[in-house]
């Protein structure tokens, strides 16, 4: 009689099956596809009693509690590989990211000596204003120097005019003085003039008066004939006294006043020379001051206009220099920020870098083990167990089940491209073992 036993993971447990494969002389295990043919045992009669198997009672809570441990470990492994495929795509694009920047990069420093060519340009530009601005500091101290100048023959010719206002102020109140005087004397000359023809008539008027006295007079006068007394000649000579008394105090009196009147015609004249000369220098002067002044209104408009030129131009080189320095400062602050940049671009190539490299390793690390995986899977063998009892005097084998490491890989395998999971059943019977 012929027994075969094939016992399935449900109805053994751990122990079971090792007290099962205790017994090594009676019962003959071999890998399938061994080579030979079946060997005959014997089969002691006292292993065909019914076995007392006492299942424990905790077997299926741990069986359970295995098959729980074994779905967290297949999610936490499918998870596993999700990151990696995640980590696979970030590599990439961090890849063609790093590609971009390098060609941002060669951008960059093509665009440096555009950079220096304008910065070079602008310096050339800041010293040929500062070479204009040097000119007309120099235009501006030479025409500082002759406003300077003007300003002192300015202050020269208001000094003249002020003195000859001044000598001008004298001369009119010495030429009032003389005309005062002229009218002072003047007004004499008139009253002294009707003195003299006052006197002058009155003398006329007197001797008028004598001469009708001494021809109404008629004197009777008893002489003596032995005396001879001539009275016409006596008369005659008082008369001729008191005409030459009067003939010279005459000349005198028009003597003494034509001199007086000559003197103050004289002097008259003197002063009216003096004054048309005064007035002449004063007109002179006066043409003089206003010269001066056009000559000074014109270098006043010539300064101002100079002056509005220079501060022109100090505006202009200062907006230049200013717009100089606002692009030389654009541009520096362009070139820290590529810098700036550049730095961060290394070091995020850098840290790019790092990833990948941790990311290489990790990939590596789960190829590993994904590798030893599947080779311990693809060199676990399955167990075949026979039990021959030769009661009738056949032979009977009984071939238990045969469980290959190939078709548990494609039943519960995992594969690194679509993902892993683990089959429970196909890994309790790994554990529980075979009859």
Sequence with gaps: MSVSCSVL???????????????GRKISMGRSGCSGGITNVTVNQSLLAPLNLEIDPSIQRVRTDERNQIRGLNDKFASFIDKVRFLEQQNKMLETKWSLLQEQNTAHYQIEPLFEAFISNLRRQLENLGCERARLEGERSNMEQSVDELRGKYEDEVNRRTAA?????GLKRDVDASFMNKAELQTKADSLTDEINFLR??????????QAQISDTSVVVSMDNSRDLDLDGIIAEVRAQYEDIANRSRGEAEAMYQSRFQELQSAAGRNGNDLQSSRNE??????????????????????SALESSINEAEERGEAAVRDAKGKLSELEAALQKSKQDMARQLREYQELMNVKLALDIEITTYKKMLEGEESRLSS???????????????????GGNSHSGSGQKQKGGFSASSGASFSPNSTSKHSSGHC
């Design 9 to 23: 993971f449900q109805s053994f447990s751990s122990r079971s099956a090792n007290s099962l494969g205790s017994m």
């Design 282 to 303: 004063i007109c002179e002067l006066n043409r003089s001051i206003q010269r001066l002044r056009g000559e000074i209104d014109s270098m006043k408009g010539q300064r």
């Design 165 to 169: 206002e001044n000598e001008f102020v």
């Design 201 to 210: 008539t009155l003398y006329d008027a007197e001797i008028t008066q004598l």
């Design 380 to 398: 676990h063998d399955s167990v075949n167990i026979s039990v021959l009892h030769s009661s009738t005097g056949g032979k009977h084998r009984s």
